[in-house]
């Protein structure tokens, strides 16, 4: 997986001094590189029973289509307050710069699903621990996350430590 590293830019101070910040777009662009970092997260779930995919917004939504379909599931967008249209669940999260909220239909999850969490990072593990309560607050089984990047020196693994955790590129 190292050739996939070569393919994420890193930019410095972004979006705050000190944050040296994973430009995973350079990726994206690569036939190949999307392909096998697509592969990377899906096949880790292949053979499993998983009824949904939640991607967390932004750039969950765009792994976790993918994924999805490679593991014949629903997709389930996580999204900023105020953008879904139906009647949603909230919850809100630190960030390693901040703080911010999520949002999912309350009808996006039944009782007893297996739901996968996917994103392209996990750093703090705030975000993905904010999801994962949503998920169970609708009823539903957290069968896993599964991050793009995992940046180790945050220790976001720890927050999660309930969950089973897999993340293609490690830093």
């Known amino acids: ?14 979006p705050k001094p000190g944050i040296l910040f994973y430009d995973i777009t350079t990726l994206l662009k690569d036939p190949i590189g999307l392909h096998r970092a697509v592969d990377a997260l899906a096949n880790h779930y292949v053979g499993r029973k998983i009824d949904r995919v939640v991607g ?14 490679r593991l014949n599931a ?4 996580v999204r900023k ?3 879904l249209p139906a009647k949603t669940a909230s919850a809100s999260y630190d ?3 901040g ?7 309350q009808d996006a999850v039944s009782t007893g699903q297996e739901v996968l969490i996917i994103d392209d990072l996990l750093a703090t593990g705030g975000t993905a621990a904010a999801v994962a309560k ?7 089984h ?18 999660l430590s309930e969950y089973q955790i897999h993340s293609v590129l490690k830093y």
């Open 1 to 14: 997986m190292e050739d996939l590293k070569k393919l994420i830019r890193e930019v410095p101070d972004f």
């Open 56 to 69: 967390i917004e932004a750039r969950g939504f765009i792994f976790a289509p993918m994924v999805a379909y």
């Open 74 to 77: 629903g997709f389930v967008p």
């Open 81 to 83: 307050p105020n953008k």
């Open 95 to 97: 960030l390693e710069y």
């Open 99 to 105: 703080k911010d909220a999520l949002e999912i239909h």
């Open 134 to 140: 949503l998920v169970k607050s609708l009823g539903g």
């Open 142 to 159: 957290v069968a896993g996350l599964g991050f793009l990047i995992e940046l180790e020196f945050l220790k976001g693994r720890e927050k």
